[in-house]
């Protein structure tokens, strides 16, 4: 990919640690142009110095502009990473699920609404949603985030299926458990689920620039949940089965 990367404008936003940062760092060793955001300055200042990276602070919503200018008017790829944990169940607060659906959906929306116009005017552009296998499959004891990830993958599909014939490349990364503060913030539903299989953010950036090579829409750095989203289809009930079992063997832990 060192040469579609190279010199490219590219925007990875949550990019102050995890796979934001792992994303940040391989595509300016691979020679691209890039601009780091985060809600809080101080988290990417460090990161910028190292890879020699623009920093652009605040909401990845309201910012388009500014990295667009960072970027000499031209955003090449734009990496969608920040999201929210967000665990709960059905009963967590409203305030809760706004905020999930905003970072993890809405984001999105607003990215591609203001990038899209120059994209198809150039017949060229890659949208990068890091979503999760939560958006293939689920997750126990996170109502919040596996519903606004499922929601992240359709949009990332419709995306691609509407877009795809006139140059703009998508890719929905899903992983399942990362070395991560979002890791930790699972709690004991991450540490039984995720914990076990987890990778470090590394191996996620390598999953997208293989599946960027490939033109491949899905980026599963865990190959195993191919297999898990097939038996989902297959056989929902077993494999709800499956999981109610998992959620079952949470709640006897004393997790939920």
């Known amino acids: 990919m060192s040469g579609t990367v190279r010199g490219a404008g590219v925007v990875v936003t ?94 999105h929306v607003r990215a591609a609404r203001a990038l899209l116009p120059g994209w198809l005017e150039r017949g060229a552009g890659r949208f990068v949603s890091t979503a999760s296998a939560a958006g293939l499959l689920t997750m126990i004891g996170a109502a919040p985030y596996s519903v606004t990830k499922h929601g992240v993958v359709a949009f990332a599909e419709w995306l691609s299926l509407t877009y795809r014939h006139r140059g703009v490349k998508v890719h929905a990364i899903c992983p399942q458990g990362v070395r991560t503060d979002m890791l930790t913030a699972a709690g004991s539903a991450g540490e039984l689920v995720l914990a076990p299989t987890a990778i470090e953010p590394e191996a996620v950036a390598d999953a997208l620039f293989d599946a960027m090579a490939e033109d491949r829409f899905l980026v599963l750095p865990h190959p195993e949940v191919a297999g898990f989203y097939r038996a989902r289809a297959d056989d929902t009930d077993h494999w709800l089965g499956g999981m109610n079992h998992l959620q079952r063997k949470w709640e006897e832990s004393g997790g939920a």
């Open 14 to 107: 949550g990019a102050g640690g995890g796979i934001g940062a792992a994303l940040a760092r391989r595509f300016a060793a691979e020679g691209a142009r890039v601009v780091v955001n985060d809600l809080d300055e101080a988290r990417i200042g460090g990161l910028a110095e190292e890879i020699g990276a623009v920093v652009v602070a605040g909401d990845a919503s309201r910012t388009l502009d500014a990295v667009r200018d960072a970027l000499d008017g031209t955003v090449d790829v734009y990496c969608a990473n920040a999201g929210l944990a967000s665990p709960g169940d059905v009963f967590a607060e409203e305030e809760v699920w706004a905020a999930a659906w905003d970072v993890n959906v809405m984001a």
